[in-house]
């Protein structure tokens, strides 16, 4: 069974009395263990279909299986911790919280889940330290550099140990070498066996992944294996 499975998946804005089709149908599955890049030009959906994977949204129509259940008609209340509990956030802009440290900021899903103080802190230590930033535990977003932040974000994102980890253009504001060093990261936890959809503009990031999909006004055009031989 996959992951995550998508039938015919639409979505329309309605912009006055014109309405706008952004996603025309879009059908996918992922299985645990792969790493897929989603790649298109701007204004092509792919944020949109990341607002649907990440249930942020739901399709309309359109069906969205996530680990075997149904989410595609649940309202935000039963979306939410839906959610938290199946999806790790990396954004473009970090998205930390300023007044927190990054072991705080790490936390903060476990302390959504109800983990008690002092697991909460050994956990968050033990993401950052995975990540490379053992020794920045007490650093405030605003003394790291932006790869550090990214690094943060992805601690963050894989602290409550989800089955998916959904990034969106998570190189955009970084520079070339905390691209790679992302990159190397990202490598790291698939080989260790976590489930990665990274939406990209950048070809870079779409060579490291498995499988990349492409998309263009609101179809698939593209599904392909990565070889790296
Ligand atoms: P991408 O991420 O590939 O750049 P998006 O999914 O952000 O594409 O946008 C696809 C299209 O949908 C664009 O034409 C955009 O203007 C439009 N769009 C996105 N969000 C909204 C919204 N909330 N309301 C109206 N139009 C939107």
Known sequence: ?????????????????????????VSLAINQG???????????????????LGCLDIPAPGRYVLAGQDVSK????????????????VFQSFNLL??????????????????????QRERAKDALSLVGLGD?????????????????AIARAIVADPPVILADEPTGNLDSQSGQDLLQIFSGLNQAGRTLVVITHDAEVARHAKRVIEIRDGRIVGDREVSHA
Do not use: C, W
Request: glycine residues 12%; aromatic residues 4%.
């Open 136 to 152: 920045r535990l007490h650093h405030r977003p605003n003394q790291l550099s932006g790869g550090q932040q990214q690094r943060v």
């Open 34 to 52: 792969d790493y897929v890049a989603i790649v298109g030009p701007s204004g092509s959906g792919k944020s949109t279909l990341m607002h649907i």
């Open 1 to 25: 069974m996959p992951l995550i499975e998508l039938q015919a998946v639409e979505k329309s804005y309605k912009m006055g009395t014109q309405t706008l089709h952004v996603l025309k149908g």
């Open 74 to 89: 649940l309202k935000e209340a039963r979306l939410a911790p839906i959610r938290r509990q199946h999806i790790g956030f």
């Open 98 to 119: 300023g007044t927190l440290n990054a072991q705080e900021n790490v936390a903060l899903p476990l302390l959504y889940q109800g983990v008690n103080g002092r697991r």
